[in-house]
């Protein structure tokens, strides 16, 4: 009988928690802390802890994180913010809801991030920040990025949406930037039962600053030193996040197995690429993407099968309708086109089973050769 596989399956890692989940979010309402509070608190402190950096700030989203990041580094108009096409939509609508101007580099054909030798050609007097993305849960080459950012003078703000607890050369990613940014979107590594979303700093000075953003540019209750924004964490995220936070290294652990498991099974596979992990990354897998050449017709014989895939993403953002104005056309970044055009993401969760991947690993066998191996 064919089993089906859902691209990610929420339930399973949330059943064996559930009597945890109910008492903290009766406490939480007990205790009608809903909006920041002690809860948001006691998870930022750990998130720090685990980030391995001083301070972490709990927002309502990663778009936020990013948003708020840009904001206190004093990014604003007239200014330009250097990024890649190979991401979210959010990392480029963060800048623009800045007022900045979000320019963008290629990424590396092997590892998906930012290409750092493309960053000189970007350079321009209204330079004023970058933003690596950690796409996929691999982090990117951080050394040469933050050299030519200190050269320049840039702020350099991490979007580690993808990427909770991967690590570039042994250090946290998070702890390279001036501010990291992260999503708790329900399905991320860590994830919220909701939105949420976080930035962790090393500098005193930006987790003031964001503190006071993300609550109206408040200080004190009702006096607004500057324009802010509502963009606390709820308390109940905060509780639920504190939970699962505990369990992240162990479910990292197990995406990088499967990782390593479709690794071996398609190594051979021909007309399939698989991911690379860089030699510097501990990658997190929070999405595994195959790159095929027929990826609709991939996608419907994988469906048949039972087997859900996903497309992260079909568009390049210099490519995307409400980017039009940037003046962008299709050849602008070969790579990062080429990726949108073959990516292919698999089912990838904790929870999967050994056999699940290789019922996985044979179906794409199947739709890419035509007959299964024995
Ligand atoms: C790379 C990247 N940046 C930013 C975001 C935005 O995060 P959120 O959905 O929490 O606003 C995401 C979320 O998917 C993302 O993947």
Not at 93 to 106: K, L, M, N, S
Not at 260 to 267: I, T
Request: some cysteine; overall charge negative; glycine content about 8%.
């Amino acid at each position: 009988m064919q089993i089906k596989i859902p691209f990610i399956d929420l339930w399973s890692q949330h059943l064996p928690l559930m009597s945890e989940f109910s008492q903290a979010i009766q406490e939480v309402i007990e205790s009608s802390a809903f909006a920041g509070g002690p809860f948001v608190a006691a998870f930022e402190k750990d998130f720090a802890a685990y980030c391995d950096v001083p301070y972490a700030i709990g927002v309502g989203s990663g778009t936020e994180a990013l948003w708020l990041s840009l904001l206190a580094c004093g990014v604003g108009t007239g200014d330009e913010v250097i990024t890649v096409p190979s991401t979210f939509m959010a990392t480029a609508e963060a800048i623009t809801y800045c007022g900045a101007r979000p320019v963008f580099v290629d990424v590396d054909e092997q590892t998906y991030t930012m290409n750092p030798d493309a960053l000189k050609h970007a350079l321009t007097p209204k330079t004023k920040a970058i933003i690596p993305v950690h796409l996929f849960g691999q982090p990117s080459d951080m050394d040469p990025i933050m050299e030519f950012g200190c050269k320049h003078g840039l702020y350099i703000i991490e979007d580690a949406c993808q990427a909770h607890g991967a690590t570039y050369k042994g250090k946290r990613v998070g702890t390279f930037g001036d501010t990291a940014c992260f999503s708790f979107y329900p399905g991320k590594n860590l994830g919220a039962f909701g939105e949420a979303g976080a930035i962790v700093t090393s500098s005193a000075e930006l987790d003031e600053k964001i503190k006071i953003l993300r609550d109206h540019g408040q200080q004190r209750k009702y006096f607004h030193s500057v324009v802010g924004w509502n963009c606390r964490m709820d308390g109940i995220q905060g509780a639920v996040l504190r939970i699962k936070l505990r369990q992240l290294e162990a479910a990292n652990q197990r995406r990088r197995s499967h990782a390593a498991q479709y690794d071996v099974g398609l190594r051979e596979c021909d007309g399939v690429i698989t991911p690379v992990q860089a030699s510097y990354a501990r990658h997190v897998y929070h999405i595994y993407a195959i790159r095929v050449s027929d990826r609709d017709e991939t996608i419907k014989c994988l469906a048949d099968q039972g087997i859900a895939t996903g497309v992260h993403y079909p568009v390049p953002v210099h490519l995307q309708e409400a980017y039009q104005a940037l003046g962008y056309a299709p050849g602008a970044f070969p790579i990062a086109e080429r990726c949108a055009a073959e990516f292919l993401s698999l089912p990838m969760y904790p929870e999967l089973t050994h056999s699940q991947v290789e019922q996985v690993i044979q179906g794409v066998k199947e739709t890419v050769t035509g007959g299964v191996e024995v």
